[in-house]
Nanobody, 123 residues
Framework: QVQLVESGGGLVQAGGSLRLSCAVS????????MGWYRQAPGKQRELVAR???????NYLDSVKGRFTISRDNAKNTVYLQMNSLKPEDTGVYFC?????????????????WGQGTQVTVSS
């Protein structure tokens, strides 16, 4: 019903920048919250940043002032601009969206995950 395609990961030196994108497509009536999670090797997945449908944002304390989440509602896309990257930011980054899915009888809300994109920050 709904597909997510992530892009923008890669290898960067400490202090560098990357921009992640997550495009949502399919039977979308509307999109509620959109967010980015990350998972480092041997650690639990953690919320990095989240943006509501109204544009309110919240961030993991360790990325505040360095990362910026934004969304383009016309393109059904969420972005994560990551600046001043540190080795501890290394991990697989997953897009997460709450979608009101359009079906024949109406809509229902469901949560979807992207396939993940690797971010590696070298020291």
């Amino acid at each position: 019903q709904v597909q997510l395609v992530e892009s923008g990961g890669g290898l960067v030196q400490a202090g560098g920048s990357l921009r992640l994108s997550c495009a949502v497509s399919g039977r979308i009536f509307s999109i509620n919250a959109m967010g980015w999670y990350r998972q480092a090797p041997g650690k639990q997945r953690e919320l990095v940043a989240r943006i509501s449908s109204g544009g309110s944002t919240n961030y993991l304390d360790s990325v505040k002032g360095r990362f910026t989440i934004s969304r383009d509602n016309a393109k059904n896309t969420v972005y994560l601009q990551m600046n001043s990257l540190k080795p501890e930011d290394t991990g697989v980054y997953f897009c997460n969206v709450q979608v009101n899915v359009l079906v024949a009888w109406g809509t229902y809300e469901d949560t979807y995950w992207g396939q993940g994109t690797q971010v590696t920050v070298s020291s």
